[in-house]
């Protein structure tokens, strides 16, 4: 491609990125434009109040949505941030402070007990963590009726009647409303930074795949509390907010299930762990329901979940992934991206030949000590006293029969699970043998390894899956972009960066799962069979790579059935049989030795081919 050609694709293609991104921002201003706008024009109480309730509950549940929707963790006890957040305005208003300045201390108070009550239920998963949730909600329902001298108990607690914006209590909605429009904004743009963020990437790693993420060295348990802190803290602002606009709070409507739910229905339906989606959940679904309320009056006490679970039937059947899913499709898409010489000039399948290759250095000192490892699962013995080294720039293949134990012993050599007795030590970057113990600790220490039954991020486009690694060495969104893409190059994936990983075929995904892990710059790298299930062309190609990666200086350790690819690229190779080692040395020597040859071939076959 000449320069000009080139220059014009790239504007072409920045053009077309600010047409994508103009018509997704014309969207949202419209939208929350017409949340301020229609009220004021309309000019009635009621309409006001609806639109109040949505900026309340768009708040809320997009607050939700950082714990919820990007972590993952089912929260059906949001009610008692909420609650929190109400509570600490009014006890504290009626202590002649003002909601300004309460909202931020309810803010701290809910964010701690979000941690102590998440950190010991983020074992718990799915629906074992929504049912914990609900109880603890329960129990705060149930302090806050009995623990009359503070809250009142069932009477509740109404605000001193002092109109004005230090109390935020007022005669007319319009003040309202400009407050819970500013809060509700806040919040989008924590979300939308939080999204973009590193945290935002590690949550949604930590969601798709836990143990590919800590594998990735993310802390999964701290960030995970992190969102947990701030959704809590977002929470209870609105709360405080909430508690001044109705003038009054009661444990029934502060530590309300019902309400819980609502807040977690309106993400559902507007598109869970996306950042607008339960904006636009809010917007279709609380008109409808305060509508049908003001129309029925009293007859339609109890329609709103009538409502509800009708919409939430048509959503799971025709959009299950929501409203936001309807706009990506007919939208035009903002993940646009500047395409620039290098992407299309590695649209072609594997740009081995365009990847700087090094001359490869002598293999070195010794970088990963094994020593004396035993592992028992139950009855089974399935490492014995197994025990080797790996050099620097070395190539150790491991080889053994299905069930041997190959992927055991990864799986201490990575952190993921420990050694009944033995020690795995690994030279660090200032020369010291170090033992670390889990899989953070081993990637920290420069050790990276690959599944092998692929761990995408599903979710995650592949450029986004690469980010995740490359977050390990860089903090900044922009330079773990720029890493992923050069890895995405040397990789031969660059043309489905944005792409979402579940899309990839077999031999892609196995690609993926290298670029992650190299995205992380490991000074060994533990391959668990990544050359399965490849077709032939690819063979060669993932043979070629891993030369190119050997001699950058990285040692390797591969467990491998692919005989091809062991006799070529290994300096040595460890047969594992029965969790021991039956026996090593170089490949040639490995593959005549009759022990290596009856553990897998059995000894009648043997004893047959030597009659
Ligand atoms: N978490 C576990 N609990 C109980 N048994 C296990 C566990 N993990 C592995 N095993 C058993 O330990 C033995 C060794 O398994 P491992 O996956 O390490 O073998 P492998 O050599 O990697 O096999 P393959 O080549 O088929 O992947 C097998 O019998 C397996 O069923």
Redesign the pocket.
């Known amino acids: 491609m000449n320069n000009k050609t080139a220059s014009l694709t790239s504007v072409r293609g920045t053009g077309s990125v600010i047409q994508q991104l103009l018509n997704k921002k014309v969207l949202l201003f419209v939208t929350l434009a017409s949340l301020m706008v229609i009220p004021i024009m309309v000019g009635d109480d009621y309409i006001y109040h609806i639109f109040i309730t949505i900026c309340l509950f768009a708040g809320l549940s997009t607050a939700w949505n950082i714990v919820g929707g990007y972590a993952g963790q089912l929260s059906l006890g949001h009610a008692i941030y909420y609650g929190i957040g109400a509570y600490t305005g009014m006890l504290m208003l009626n202590a002649g402070v003002s909601p300004w300045i309460s909202m931020f201390v309810g803010a701290v108070l809910a964010a701690g007990v979000a941690v102590a009550i998440s950190y010991p239920c983020f074992k718990l998963h799915g629906p074992f963590y929504a049912l914990a949730s609900i109880a603890f909600l329960e129990v705060f329902h149930v302090i806050s009726l009995n623990w009359v001298g503070l809250t009142g108990g069932a009477n509740g607690v109404m605000v001193p009647l002092e109109l004005g914006w230090s109390t935020m209590v007022f005669s007319e909605r319009l003040p309202s409303l400009v407050i819970v429009f500013g809060l509700m904004s806040l919040v989008l743009a924590v979300s939308w930074a939080i999204r973009r963020s590193k945290l935002g990437f590690q949550l949604v790693a930590t969601r798709e795949r836990e143990s590919a993420a800590r594998g990735a060295a993310i802390r999964t348990v701290h960030v995970r509390l992190y969102a947990a802190a701030i959704s809590a803290g977002l929470t209870a602002m609105l709360g405080t907010f909430h508690g001044s606009y109705l003038t009054y709070i009661e444990p029934e409507s502060a530590f309300n299930l019902t309400f819980s739910i609502q807040i977690v229905l309106f993400a559902l339906v507007g598109g869970l762990g996306t950042v607008f989606g339960p904006l636009y959940g809010t917007i279709l679904l609380v008109p409808i329901t305060e509508l049908a309320r003001g129309w029925l009056g009293s007859s339609a006490i109890g329609l709103h979940g009538f409502v509800y679970g009708v919409v939430l039937i048509l959503v799971v059947l025709f959009m299950p992934d929501g409203i936001m899913s309807i706009f990506q499709r007919y939208l035009p898409t903002s993940k646009g991206r500047h395409v620039d010489a290098r992407d299309e000039k590695s649209t072609h399948h594997v740009p081995l030949n365009d990847v700087k290759k090094s001359e490869r250095a002598p293999v070195g000192e010794v970088v990963l000590k094994v020593q004396h490892l035993d592992k028992h699962?139950?009855g089974?013995h399935?490492t014995n006293d197994v025990s080797f080294n790996l050099h620097k720039g070395e190539v150790l293949g491991i080889i053994?029969?299905?069930?041997?134990?190959?992927?055991?012993?990864f799986?201490m050599i990575s952190g993921f699970l420990s050694a009944d007795s033995g020690s795995v030590e690994v030279l660090d970057e200032n020369g010291h043998f170090i033992s670390p113990k889990t899989p953070g600790a081993f990637a920290r220490s420069g050790v990276g390894r690959t599944f092998?039954i692929v761990q995408p991020f599903a979710a995650m486009t592949v450029e986004e899956n690469i980010m995740v690694g490359a977050f390990y060495r860089f903090r900044s969104v922009e330079e773990s972009r720029k890493v992923a893409r050069e890895i995405a190059y040397e990789l031969g994936l660059s043309r489905f960066l944005d792409e979402e990983a579940r899309n990839l075929p077999i031999g892609g995904l196995k690609r993926l799962e290298v670029a992650r892990v190299m995205a992380m710059r490991p000074r060994i790298l533990l391959l668990d069979?990544v050359m399965a299930g490849i077709n032939p062309a690819d063979l060669r190609e993932a043979i070629e790579l891993i030369k190119i990666i050997r001699d950058s200086g990285i040692s390797i350790i591969a467990?491998e059935?692919v005989m091809q690819a062991v006799m070529e690229l290994s300096d040595r190779v460890i047969v594992?049989s029965s969790?021991e080692i039956l026996a090593q040395g170089e490949p040639e020597e490995v593959v005549k030795n009759e022990a290596v040859i009856e553990a897998y071939l059995g000894k009648e076959v043997t004893d047959a081919s030597t009659e």
């Open positions: 699962f139950g089974l399935v053994g029969p299905n069930g041997a134990g190959k992927t055991t012993v799986n092998q069979e467990i059935h594992i969790g």
